[in-house]
């Protein structure tokens, strides 16, 4: 079987107009296949693909709305690469201080907005020869890493961010069981990658502190055109480490 690079294979990324999804498109395009740039905003995505040129196509795709995901399934009838990327963060709270609202709007991007997502476009995904799916992430969801010994994360905030942490945790799970139940359905490859703090929009620690968002789109790029012996079910750091669950 050819990768999808070698046949101008297509894939979608959704929250590409910006950060960390709009590398990964880029890279993508360069890598030869046609990109669809999932975007909420009309006029966001415009001005990405507009920037990022020829093979980029917009797709209108706001992930918490059922509507949007199907109109934009109608629009996609083939795909070899879905990189769920869209995701949203909290306030920085530890869980005694979040509201159920907050959890409920970040998980409808962070975890529901995947699954729809994933679910809506299996059947174009199914179509191709190689399907790969990467979940963007995050290393603060990784239990061990904010348990002992030597833990990363939990002596910094003591448990903030609760929401979107334990979103990524959750998505990470789900990761596990999509790579279980599509392996009965041929060659599909269902990773998650941890992607290191980045200077995206997610928060103004991200803004001031993250570094290239090129270098974490890197890694999700070469899980998403991994060849048939390449793992599945996993959790990798940006650096290409295997990540702790």
Known sequence: MQHPSDTGGTALVTGANSGIGKEVARQLLGSGLTVYVGARDLGRGQAAVDELGSGAQLLVLDVTDEQSVAAAAERVTELDVLVNNAGISDRGQPPTETDVDTLRRVYETNVFGVVAVTNAFLPALRRS??????????????????????????????????????????????????????????????????????????????????GDPAEAAAQAVRLALLPDDGPTAGFFSWDGTIAAW
Do not use: C, M
């Open 129 to 210: 020869a190689k399907p790969r799916v990467v979940n963007i992430s995050s290393g603060t969801g990784s239990l061990g890493w904010s348990t002992g010994p030597n833990p990363q994360f939990d002596h910094r905030n003591a448990g903030g961010a609760a929401a979107y942490r334990s979103s990524k945790t959750a998505l990470n799970a789900l990761t596990v069981f999509y790579a279980q139940s599509l392996a009965a359905y041929g060659p599909f490859k269902v990773n998650a990658l941890a992607p290191g703090l980045r200077a995206t929009s997610l928060n103004s620690r991200a803004a001031e502190l993250g």
